[in-house]
């Protein structure tokens, strides 16, 4: 599947898509507000029916948080990848994909775990692994995580 | 082909003839017979929990299954409830969620009880001592422990040795005495400096 | 009459149940919180975590070839696989071609640990049934496929026998000859596996008709593997975005159509057969050659994002890498394909008795650690 065409259809259904540079797969860059109509648009698409999100990754970049999403069309067998950029660190807020592709409930709980990202209109947003450990208070994945008592660093 | 494994003399390999120090000599001829008698019992129908974390969780089961078969050595069946076993092998890492819960089991489990640590993780934390947040680095700081068997995950012939050594040293009890080691768990002095969280140590 | 309003009054009662997380048939420390009414489900809330290591968070601190090492430990089923994914992103990153060599052995390897691991599920899942003898039958045949892996690779499960570039050793000189003794033993005894176990009437009342899942809802769960091809849902990475020797050999992807438990059985019989098709069309050609690539000593990736899928034995397994040009990786993410997997097992299981849950936990064939990571 030729990325150029994949493009174009995209372009065809999403006119205001950022492509980012040419990586493995085709990537589209979007603030965090576009995500559920990016998602919606992509999945009901006749042309493209992007149906399948396999992969959902949180990231804690310097000066921003990133949710990556992964995903690929079944029937066409596309693949593309959607990165959502959240500015904000102190307060990290994004719309949950969840009642789109119901996967994102637990990837969603997990980043929410793992990052402190808050998503929106979640229906169940707890801690996925963590929530029973007294002290656990801050997310460990943060790149400024740091516990003394629990932490061996080497 | 480049790995050499140095040999070691039958002599050297001895069994672990240290725990036959523990028994204690003289006494009433009646009970240490009785002692005696008991003891066998105990040590060849020792059942295990089926209590598995992770991979080592496997090599218990394939150390029960057909090739090996620890049934041989009356450490036969698997019990579901805690309050029917006698020896809770610990096979896999044991988290911070899941070390409270462990402990429960123990608890619930009636005397004697005994403990097998299985693999790296159940010894010192293993592959997941460093630059971790959530493992427990040996379950010696839950519980406290009877036999250690080194692997990632052992070899079920090493299992097999361990629940041996175990029975050796069942053999070496008394009824006379406490266990030093139950003793001290009731007493609150062991298990050492685990701390569940930062402010309060672990009860 | 007394006896019908007390049975009626119990089987309208509303009970809070939970299993685990030491229950002998959560296969691990899963832990679910059952709702019921009488004995009809009406809520499965798994709750996770008690295994939870921190693997991803370790990772940001190891270097390339340490991590193959903790990807053994995710789904220790499925070693093998889970280390492949990790070296071809790797290799891709830095787009080294490994030897053929290579290829044909670790597409091999991959095919016999999806066996053993088929044969591990085949025991349990007998188990959760009630039927212990398959634990002996399956684990008796599993343990040839061991001794291979043990004769190469020195390991009996957590192998991390694939490097980064290559394989740590070079396969036994027997390899070639124990292979295709097992499958010629192997394929005289998978029959008798549906005849212990498939045809048996309780076994089918059990799962036929249960834990019914849909194609479309199969995808939006992010349901892979076979229990997403017992639904229809064709998320065969090999046969889609083929890797290593895939694209060369000759193998069906098994379907069914059902969605039920019977389905998810059903493909993963399949499967062994097709394994063993694939081993065979491969281990008389392995070509002489390098068994490793020349790599450097230390790896560092470039900079960039890199994502690699392959099928591991429960589904799809995918690695996300992100570098900032250093040893160690920026971002190190995990798709471990029983986790989504798990967060249907409300859908599967809602409105069907308590007894039934245990069969649909078993069809889905789960192993905790690789969703906790």
Redesign the interface.
Known sequence: MNNEVLKEKILAVLPKAEFAPAGQWLTITLPKERIRSYCQTLKDSPELRFDFLFCQTGLDLADQFQVIYHLESTEFRYVIVLKASIPNKENPEIDTVSDIYRTAEFHEREIYDFFGIHFKQHPDLRRIFLDEISDMIGHPFRKDYKDEVNIIER | MGIKIKSMKKNDFRDNDTLELFKQSGGNVLITTLDEIVNWGRSNSIWPLTFATSCCGIEMMATGASRHDFARFGIEVYRASPRQADVIVVAGTIVRKMAPVLKRLYDQMSDPKYVIAMGACAVSGGPFYYNTYSVVRGVEHVIPVDVYVPGCPPRPEALLYGVMQLQRKIKSETMRLTRDRDREYAEGTIPPKFKLSKEEDHE | MIEDTVIGSIEQQEYTINMG????STH??LRLVVSLKGEIVTQVKP????????????S???TYPQIV??TD?LD??SAHINNHALCLAVE?ALQVEVPERVKYIRTIMDELNRIASHQ?WW?SFGMDLGALTC???G??D??YI?DIFEESCGS???HSYYTPGGLM?DIHPGFQKRVKDFIKYFRKVLPEYDQLLTGNVIMQERTRGIGNITK??A????F?GPSGRGSG???DVRK??PYALYDKVDFQEVLYHEGDSLARYQVRIGEMWESMKIIEQLIDNIPEGDYSAKMKAVIKLPE????Q?VEAARG?F?V?I?SDGGKTPY?L?L?SPN??N???IDLLARNFKIADLIAIGGSLDLV??DI?R
Not at chain 3, 47 to 58: A, C, F, S, V
Not at chain 3, 304 to 307: A, L, Q, S, W
């Open positions: 997380p030491q229950h002998p691990g420390v709750h996770l975590g008690y295994i939870h290591r921190g693997i991803e968070k370790m940001e601190s190891m090492h903790l430990r220790y089923l891709n591990l025991c634990f002996f039958y684990l008796r599993r343990e061991l009996r499960l957590l050793k479309e809802e995808i939006s769960y992010g892979t849902f064709a998320c889609h975005h960039g994002e890199y994502y899928r799809e995918g996300y992100l971002r993410k798709r986790f989504s798990l967060s249907a905790i650690p906790d």
